[in-house]
């Protein structure tokens, strides 16, 4: 039987405000920016630690995060990738310390795309107006970072089937959640983009404006990749409107803070 998601529900816990959801043995979240201790263009909840700000605020941002998801006891485990807007997926099996190093080795040199079929092995990705994509499976999850670059090689797609492997099973037992971005009427793109979109997926119409839709291509690939339509829950937050709630690069001139999507089974 296919995949029906859940919605997800926004729920603060003690200042720290999440977009959360819990399917089969995994907990996620889409975190907000309110509740941390950074400050000035980075207030207040920045989970980046290549922005700028103060390493240890961040650092406390990250636990308190943790903490809103329940899973203080495995922050040590914390998985953070070096994004680079590419399409390399990292899986993580295991929990073991020696086997994290290295998975921490990996993650270091790049990669967009975590899957993780490990317990109490938190897995965090960031984000200021890229498209955020949560898979979960009934034996892991994946989190990934879905730009126009990730969003065109078909990255989810690439995580689905790496989750597929890793856990098990198969397209129609995962359930795919898409997080707050730049919404379709929010994002224009050079002409030359949008007509390599439209080459790419057919939801997208290069003739009609260059107002991209990322969010769309990445439901279609979804559904290609063979996750069923009913499985797929797209929050349609924006980042660029509801600046107050998340962060935007776009919107805040280049020198903003990052909000994450987290994963963890407990």
């Not at 090689?153 to 359930?175: M, V």
């Not at 805040?252 to 994450?260: L, M, P």
């Amino acid at each position: 039987m296919a995949a029906r998601a859940d919605r997800v529900s926004r729920v603060d816990h003690d200042g720290v405000t999440l977009v959360e959801g819990a399917i089969v043995d995994a907990r996620f979240a889409f975190t907000e920016r309110t509740g941390g201790v950074s400050e000035d263009a980075y207030s207040s909840l920045n989970l980046g630690s290549h922005v700028g700000d103060d390493p240890f605020a961040v650092q406390e941002n990250r636990r308190r995060a943790l903490e809103a998801m329940g899973a203080t006891e495995c922050e040590h485990n914390l998985l953070v990738p070096n994004q680079v807007h590419g399409d390399h997926i990292v899986t993580v099996t295991s929990n073991g310390a020696d086997d994290l190093e290295a998975v921490r080795e990996q993650i270091a040199e790049g990669c967009d795309a975590i899957v993780c079929t490990a317990r109490k092995v938190p897995v965090m990705l960031c984000f200021a107006d890229c498209v955020p994509v949560v898979l979960v499976a009934p034996n892991g999850f994946a989190v990934v970072h879905s730009g126009w670059k990730g969003t065109i090689a078909r990255i989810s797609a690439k995580a689905c089937q790496a989750l597929c492997e890793a856990a098990g099973c198969t397209p129609k037992d995962i359930s795919a959640y898409i997080g707050p971005h730049i919404l379709g009427d929010e994002y224009e793109v050079s002409q030359e983009l949008m007509d390599r979109f439209a080459v790419e997926f057919a939801c997208i119409d290069a003739t009609d404006s260059r107002m991209l839709d990322l969010s769309a291509a990445i439901r279609e690939t979804l559904v290609d990749a063979g996750v069923d339509v009913n499985g797929i829950v797209d929050t349609e937050l924006s980042t660029v409107r509801q600046n107050d709630r998340f962060y935007s690069y776009r919107n805040e001139g280049g020198t903003c803070g990052r909000h994450a999507a987290i994963g963890v089974m407990l």
